[in-house]
């Protein structure tokens, strides 16, 4: 399973690479991005439906030791002394279950926000790319230097769903929770710096179009050309 994760990250990178090589082409849908963003989307929609089967059991399992708290709430003092090792046991159970139920949760909610901000990141680069390659302010080569920053960016990303993947994994194998949030801390700072590198990049570019225009009306083109107020 581990190995067949690895072979879709370096085809997705060797397709990318190749993508990313045509600076004079106009590009109106790239296969790869599709895929990052089809596999992250994938990943949403996987943790959606396990976040509402563990809300499910979350209220089973609320509602269970309800029951047991109003049997204990009932007993007198010295009824509870001989309430069976059984029944104690059970509501510990119910209880640490709650507890660990709670708890993966957490981890899935920020999985999912990670996996949203990586389709974010792909979304921003697609609109920065299009724009840059409309712009005349900015040569072939230049062009070509700015594939290369972007590949970096986004190979670094695209090594975060294998991460993802073993953070998932990781509920149905042996892991402590230490190790869990480890991985997961990780995986976050790292898309946040994939994100907030093509972000200044984006404006960096803009910045030396904005630079380059000669006339007011050319700025003014330019800020209308990127949004800019």
């Known amino acids: 399973m581990k190995t067949k994760k690895n072979?879709?990250?370096?085809?997705?990178?060797?397709?990318?690479?190749?993508?990313?090589?045509?600076?004079?082409?106009?590009?109106?849908?790239?296969?790869?991005?599709?895929?990052?963003?089809?596999?992250?989307?994938?990943?949403?929609?996987?943790i959606d439906l396990r976040?509402?089967?563990?809300?499910?059991?979350?209220?089973?399992?609320?509602?269970?030791?309800?029951?047991?708290?109003?049997?204990?709430?009932?007993?007198?003092?010295?009824?509870?002394?001989?309430?069976?090792q059984k029944q104690k046991d059970l509501y510990k159970n119910y209880y640490e279950e709650l507890t660990k139920v709670k708890s993966i949760i957490t981890y899935y909610k920020r999985i999912k926000d990670i996996s949203q901000k990586q389709i974010r990141l792909v979304d921003e680069y697609e609109r920065a790319w299009n724009l840059f390659q409309e712009d005349a302010h900015f040569n072939v080569n230049e062009l070509e230097y700015m594939q290369r920053v972007y590949s970096g960016i986004l190979n670094e990303s695209l090594k975060n769903i294998d991460q993802i993947f073993l953070v998932l994994d990781s509920f149905t194998t042996q892991m402590s929770d230490a190790k869990r949030i480890e991985i997961i801390n990780t995986v976050a700072d790292q898309i946040d710096a994939n994100y907030d590198d093509l972000i200044l990049f984006n404006r960096q570019n803009i910045l030396l179009s904005l630079q380059r225009a000669k006339t007011q009306h050319d700025v003014k083109s330019v800020k209308k050309f990127y949004g800019i107020p």
């Open 51 to 84: 976040i509402q089967k563990l809300q499910n059991k979350t209220i089973w399992l609320q509602n269970a030791q309800k029951k047991i708290e109003n049997i204990l709430s009932k007993l007198k003092l010295e009824e509870i002394s001989d309430w069976t």
């Open 7 to 46: 072979m879709t990250i370096c085809l997705l990178c060797f397709l990318l690479m190749s993508t990313l090589a045509r600076p004079a082409e106009k590009i109106a849908t790239i296969p790869i991005l599709e895929m990052v963003k089809a596999v992250a989307k994938k990943v949403i929609k996987a």
